[in-house]
């Protein structure tokens, strides 16, 4: 499995951004996909996750403002950023897990300017 994140930008708090994350490869194993973020100086932070049922979950930090979703047909999840803030500044990544192994993109840079 292969992930390929974009979307990534510079907004001001306020503002919106979209992050997608391409799968591709033996995309049929995928039983979730996560978003996580990873700031400079801080630990990875988990964000949202989409399972293959469409069961979705949020961090505390994110809920009512980000949104994941998922297109089975474009084997594409996005992340809907909105009402960004200052805080959400980081390197967004997505993770895919099947059965057996995690699978991780390459990350796209999210910069929230106050």
């Known amino acids: 499995v292969q992930l390929q994140a974009s979307g990534g930008g510079l907004v001001q708090a306020g503002g919106s951004l979209r992050l997608s994350c391409a799968a591709s490869?033996?995309?049929?194993?995928?039983?979730?996909i996560n978003w996580y973020r990873q700031a400079p100086g801080k630990q990875r932070e988990w964000v949202a996750v989409?399972?293959?049922?469409?069961?979705?979950n949020y961090a505390d930090s994110v809920k009512g403002r980000f949104t994941i979703s998922r297109d089975n047909a474009k084997n594409t999840v996005y992340l809907q950023m909105n009402s960004l803030k200052p805080e959400d500044t980081a390197v967004y990544l997505c993770?895919?897990?099947?059965?057996?192994?995690?699978?991780w993109g390459q990350g796209t840079q999210v910069t929230v300017s106050s």
């Open positions: 993770n895919a897990e099947d059965t057996w192994f995690d699978y």
């Open positions: 989409v399972s293959s049922d469409g069961t979705t």
């Open positions: 490869g033996s995309t049929y194993r995928i039983n979730v």
